[in-house]
Structure formats: structure tokens, C-alpha cells
């Protein structure tokens, strides 16, 4: 009851933070899919360059979240709040997006590709009528692992000055104050769970069924 008594308290307060939050992670995630998706298709031409980025990207996902937030805000032009939050969100779901979609890419039959090629079409035609469709299913794996890793590590972002649900966590915690450390935690599990809903529902859409990925 404590918990439901202090959320009714604090409804436009916490309305607000999840409003940030929500938002900072849609922005994330959108400016992500126009940066790293065509980055992961490029890549595909070139094992070199695969190589190159799959290795940045994944450095980058290995420098601890905090970290990579203080760094951000040592550049000029970013400084504390929303624009170094964002930065920081959009090179962490570099690894999973690119990866994602460079490996969907190459796991095309190779006979389907040669078919294609033998029928007279182009390679751009095969990227699009038949190694993105057939590879979407692994780009919308590295899509849901994006929203539901961004919705966490954004509310670390609230160290360096935003104002989303990661606020309640870090206050309660300096208040040693169990009701806000757990409606915090639990209103940033729920926006996680809701936009991974929100996503295996697209995919059922958009995706064959046949092509799908288990889930367990």
C-alpha cells in the first residue's frame, strides 16, 4: 500500500519523469535505426569494414554506461542534459543494430542470392526484394534487444542532469527511500515491457511467420 499511496502523491511528478524518459528513449532508438541500420547494410560489402566497425561498435558497448555519460559531457557542444543522454544512447545500440542487421544480411542462402543474380536482377534489387526481407527477423531481434537496453541505461543519464525516471532511483537512494527505489525500478520495467510488446506486435505485422524467431 505504501507504494500505491506514494505514486498517487506524487502522479505529476512521476507523470513527468515518465514523459522524459519515454521520450528520451523514442528519440534514441529512431535516430539509432536511420544511423545503424544502413551502416549494418553497408558493411556487408566489405569484410574489412565489418571487421572495423563490429570492433568499435562493440568496444563502445564495453565502456560502462556512466562513464561513457561523463565523457559526453565533456564535449562543448553537448554538456549536461538531453543532447549527451542522447549521444550516449544512440553509440550504445550501435553494437546490437549493426550486428544485427549485418549478420541477418549475410546469413542470406547464397542460392537464393545466385537465383536472383541468374534471373538478371541487380544487386540493389537483391538488397531490397530479397536479403532485407529475408533478414528482417534478426534486424527486429537486435531492434527489441535496442528498446529494452536503451529504457534501462537511460535512467543513468539522470547523473548528468535529466530529469526521467532514473531521478526517483538515485534520490531514493540518498534518501534511502524504499518506496521511490522501487516505483522508479518498476515504472522503467514497465515502459520496457510495453515497448518490447509493442515490438513483437509490429513483427507479427511485418514479419512471415515462417521467418520468425522463437521465443522462449
Known sequence: ME????????????MEYAQNHFALVLAAVVISLLLWVP?????????KWATRVLGIANTIFCIPSLSLFAVMVTIPFLGLGTRSALVALVL???????????QG??????????AARGM???????????????????IFAG??????????????????????LGRLISDGLTRYNVEM????????AVIAIALDAVMGALEKRLVPKGLRIGRG
Open 3 to 14: 507504494y500505491i499511496d506514494y505514486i498517487q502523491r506524487n502522479s505529476g511528478l512521476m
Open 39 to 47: 551502416v549494418g547494410v553497408l558493411i556487408t560489402k566489405s569484410e
Open 92 to 102: 550504445y545500440a550501435m553494437m546490437p543494430l549493426v550486428r544485427n542487421v549485418y
Open 105 to 114: 544480411v549475410k546469413v542470406v542462402d547464397k542460392n537464393v542470392i545466385e
Open 120 to 138: 538478371g536482377m541487380s544487386n540493389w534489387r537483391i538488397l531490397w526484394e530479397i536479403q532485407l526481407p529475408l533478414a528482417t527477423p534478426v
Open 143 to 164: 531492434l527489441r534487444i535496442t528498446v529494452v537496453m536503451t529504457t534501462g541505461i537511460a535512467a543513468i543519464s539522470t547523473y548528468i542532469g535529466e530529469r526521467n
Open 181 to 188: 527505489i522501487v516505483v522508479g525500478a518498476l515504472f522503467i
